[in-house]
């Protein structure tokens, strides 16, 4: 039925070990491989013909996930935002729409879900290098508070930052023209 949600994943790539995993969490929760993308593909049943669906995401697909989109048979992929970190192909929705708003919006998501999961000293290495591609990106992920969004509405968390996320899209706009 058009609509209905089959699988879901989020990220857990950066998640150590099994004390820091929520219940329900991916398959692949605590490993390199636990991508959102790759959690939700890892939720579908060998029997499912996948044909007919369409794979979802905030960002572009990264070569690992859109090879096991490919693989399990998925119908369309279909993503939010271009990944600056190491796009791969698929079927953008018009993140450049409305300004690259929602580019901006989901790559901050992504940084700050990145940054929440991170051990140790120092930056790690994706949100580093979002500061030299990125630099807009990098800024409205240090303007948000600490810790993980508590409200499970996209829209609500970055509700505040809106101005400035419109702001930063004009700002990237005229960098990349």
Known sequence: MAGTVLCEGRNEAYEEGPSERPSGAGPLGGTPLAHAEMNALGAARTGWDLGGTTLWSTQEPCGMWAAAAEFTGVGEVRYLAPDPWAPAGGSGTGAEAEGGVWLLAANVMFLR???????????????????????????????????????????????PLWPAVRQAAASRASRTS
Do not use: Y
Not at 125 to 146: C, F, K
């Open 113 to 159: 879900s990145v940054v929440a999961a991170a051990q140790g000293p120092g930056e790690p290495r994706i949100p580093a290098h979002h500061r030299t591609a990125e630099p807009e990106t990098a800024s409205l992920h240090d303007a948000l508070p600490p810790g993980l969004p508590a409200s499970p509405a996209v829209e609500t968390w970055p509700a």
